[in-house]
């Protein structure tokens, strides 16, 4: 049975969308706004992104994403410092600092924390089922669907 657009039940940005920073929270693109109507667009500014706090019971994460969040900044002018792909890290720990004109990037924090937030909820739990199961082997039946972990922290950034 064909679809039409009226049919749509989800609404997932596309890789385009998400590349021309279309997917994101309305803040940002109010706020570069008002940084070009105060003359402000030139400012340049050092965001820090951090985890402000574990779930309960977890004393350390894995970073993970940052193949992925590098590629959503590829070709904006900006720098990126961030901790190794697969390192441990601490609550309020500086995980990633992006520098440049904000409103080069501002478009693209909610891709960034996104992807951070999902590849590091990953990699997390898997180092935690890894760490439990000693030597013994882990392996997963659970069908490929099924690979979105619920995330109880959210990544936040400091400006």
Not at 60 to 71: P, S, T
Request: charged share 25%; net charge positive; with cysteine.
């Amino acid at each position: 049975m064909a679809s039409s657009s009226r049919d749509v039940k989800f609404h997932i940005a596309s890789q385009e969308d998400i590349i021309a920073g279309k997917a994101t929270d309305i803040y940002f693109l109010r706020t570069v706004e008002v940084l070009r109507a105060a003359g402000l667009e030139d400012a340049r500014v050092r965001a820090e992104f951090h985890v402000a706090s574990l779930p309960r019971g977890y004393k350390w994460a894995i970073f993970a994403g940052l193949k992925e969040a590098l590629y959503a900044l590829e070709g904006k002018p900006v720098t990126v410092y961030s901790l190794p792909e697969g390192s441990l890290f601490y609550e309020n720990e500086p995980i990633m600092t992006i520098e440049g004109r904000y409103v080069d990037f501002a478009v693209f924090e909610t891709t960034v924390l996104g992807i951070l937030r999902h590849y590091t909820s990953i990699a997390t739990k898997a180092a935690r089922v890894k760490k439990a199961a000693g030597d013994r082997r882990v392996s997963s039946s659970a069908p490929a669907s099924c690979t979105r972990p619920y995330s109880p922290w959210p990544i936040g950034r400091r400006i």
